[in-house]
């Protein structure tokens, strides 16, 4: 399997990723590698059988439900600790709408 | 008191006999740990506040003549992506350097409730990706057996600190092997229970499905212990089990006769090294013990490296989408879109092994590749399941390599990633399955780096594995064939 630079490219926009040039080439190199191994797998007959969703489910019905009682949550404060732009009780990002 | 030998048994009865106060265990291991640190890196911070006003909890209750619990006065280090409330907590990545999270992981309160103390956050491989921890953003650790070689990954820094003896037991994460693979390299016990058993509350998310946390320690009852104390119900973690937690220690009888141990023909095939020999020799000494032994099959193996890294780099790529320069302290100046502002921020913050796994995942889930990757590997994963419960309706516990060789060279496959991923196949499948496993150190080769033997039984039958390997640790290991 071939994987190219623009394949690379696009991949890393959908994903939110920006890459320097070196690191799309390494990228491409990589990814048809470990890709190349991985498709060998279209050489299992998996008919009829089911996909594993969920590792255990030893719960009775509806037992993690837990009980709807109201509980404290993280403060406002706590939760803006960590933002890199804070600002009125939000986090803060570059402007989204034009007007 | 020698530091670097305590055992959490050794600490009770030195507490009980006011040999040393939980206070003089607890400066005592930070003095050591903060002396030793340069040599590995194991640790990435320390936290001595909260640590020494756990330590004067445990004398005060001591001194009140209360019970001050399982792990009273017991240094702990906690793999740096479990998150302590208060205590920077930074996946080994720069996207989190300076993150200091506003809560306690449920293993963290519940290992503090009994006593433990956590003197310091243990280094490891970036969001756990890794199987050497060179791929931590705060440099690599050494292992305290040989420093020229990797300590394993991802949670290299939690097997090294006990290893060396900075700690007494650890917390460690394990998603394809990052508890049992760092073990066998360092040459402690580390165990990787059922999914579910421990709450994955406050464990920063790499692959939900795979995720969990487990302890190590330099003997199987320290690592019990510590597994028993964290193990349970957590209303916060809705995957977390119900099962009642058994008291682990009144299984290790020393007694495996007439146990019943399969060895999967898969992982012995082609296995002609001194790993091979040692793990031999290991079922030679659990034959003398009384074991019954049997090969059996698991013959979904060999698709069992794709499978992960498909189910892995999916989840992966998912979960680390909330680093996006928005909550977690990280965001690249100049940007001036917030399109930009990901992609910055992203690009900059994550590493080479993180983007790599971000952009597999990216692509199996992307449109068109969804049915061909992710639900294929999903199908996969219940084939690997199947053979397991297969094999454990013919035996109790099933015996096989941690690894294929033991530590390699800083370095050594640090230019190959599939290499890398290749060398996971004898830890991957127990985590796919959900099933518990665990090294125990079963010998060194001539070199004198140490070997781990894993043993795996079904799901919640951590007291069988456990009474399985006291036993061998009490014959003496491999010295016991």
Not at chain 2, 303 to 314: G, K, L, Q, R, V
Not at chain 2, 321 to 348: C, E, I, Q, W
Request: charge should be negative; proline fraction near 5%.
């Amino acid at each position: 399997m071939k994987i190219t630079e623009e394949q690379v490219r696009y991949v890393a926009d959908l994903a939110n990723l920006r890459l320097t040039p070196e690191e799309v080439s390494r990228m491409a190199r990589d990814m048809e590698s470990i890709l190349g191994h991985i498709d060998k797998l279209n050489e299992l007959d998996t008919t009829g059988v089911p996909a594993m969703a969920q590792v255990l489910f030893d719960a009775e019905e509806t037992a993690t439900l837990r009980a709807d009682v109201e509980k404290a949550t993280l403060p406002n404060e706590a939760a803006l600790e960590n933002a890199p732009q804070p600002g009125g009780g939000f986090f803060k990002v570059p402007k989204v709408i034009e007007r | 008191m020698d530091i670097a030998k305590l055992t959490i048994e050794g600490i009770r009865a030195g507490l009980k006999a006011k040999q040393f106060t939980a206070r003089e265990v607890c400066e005592a291991a930070l003095n050591f740990a903060e002396a030793e640190n340069p040599k590995t890196n194991a640790y990435l911070h320390f936290s001595p506040e909260r640590a020494l006003a756990a330590a004067e909890a445990v004398d005060a209750k001591l001194a009140r003549g209360e019970d001050a619990g399982a792990l009273a006065g017991v240094p702990v280090a906690v793999k740096d992506v479990i998150v302590t409330k208060g205590v920077r907590t930074t996946c080994g990545s720069r996207m989190l350097e300076n993150f200091v999270p506003p809560y306690d992981a449920t293993a963290v309160q519940r290992l503090e409730a009994a006593g433990g103390v956590i003197i310091g956050k243990a280094n490891c491989d970036e969001f756990a990706m890794g199987s050497s921890n060179e791929n931590s953003a705060f440099g690599p650790v050494r292992n305290p057996v040989d420093l020229e070689r990797v300590p394993g990954g991802s949670s290299g820094g939690s097997a090294a600190v006990v290893a060396q003896g900075t700690a007494v037991v650890s917390l460690g994460s394990d998603t394809g092997g990052s508890i049992r693979q760092p073990a066998s390299f360092c040459g402690v016990v580390g165990v990787t229970p059922t999914y579910g058993r421990v709450s994955r509350y406050g464990l920063v998310a790499f692959a939900s499905s795979l995720d969990h946390i487990g302890p190590f320690g330099r003997n199987v009852k320290d690592a019990a212990t510590l597994l028993e104390v964290i193990a349970g119900r957590d209303e916060m973690d809705a995957t977390s089990a119900f099962a009642p937690v058994p008291r682990y220690a009144e299984a290790m009888t020393g007694d495996v006769r007439g146990m019943k141990i399969g060895l999967p023909k898969e992982y012995f095939a082609g296995l002609a090294s001194e790993t091979g020999d040692l793990i031999m020799k290991g079922v030679e000494a659990l034959k003398k013990l009384g074991c019954e032994v049997k090969e059996v099959s698991l013959p979904a193996t060999e698709w069992a490296i794709s499978c992960y890294y498909i189910i892995c780099t999916a989840e992966a790529s998912s979960n680390l989408a909330r680093y996006d320069g928005v909550k977690y302290t990280m965001r690249s100046a100049d940007s001036k879109t917030l399109s930009d502002m990901y992609r910055n921020t992203r690009g900059d913050g994550f590493g080479a092994e993180c983007k790599r796994r971000i952009m597999l995942g990216t692509y199996v889930l992307s449109h068109g590749y969804y049915d061909a990757y992710y639900l294929k590997a999903q199908r996969v994963r219940t084939l690997i399941s199947r053979d397991f419960q297969n094999a454990f309706g013919e035996v109790d516990a099933l015996i096989t390599p941690v690894s294929p060789f033991p530590a390699f060279k800083l370095g050594e496959k640090l230019d190959d990633p599939l290499a890398m991923y290749l060398s996971d196949i004898y830890t991957i499948t127990g985590d796919l399955a959900g099933i518990p496993c665990m090294s125990v150190p079963c010998g060194a080769t001539a070199a004198g780096l140490p070997v781990g033997m894993q043993i795996l039984t079904n799901h919640f039958q951590e007291s069988q594995m456990f009474r399985l390997a006291e036993a061998f640790e009490r014959a003496g290991g491999v010295a016991g064939a």
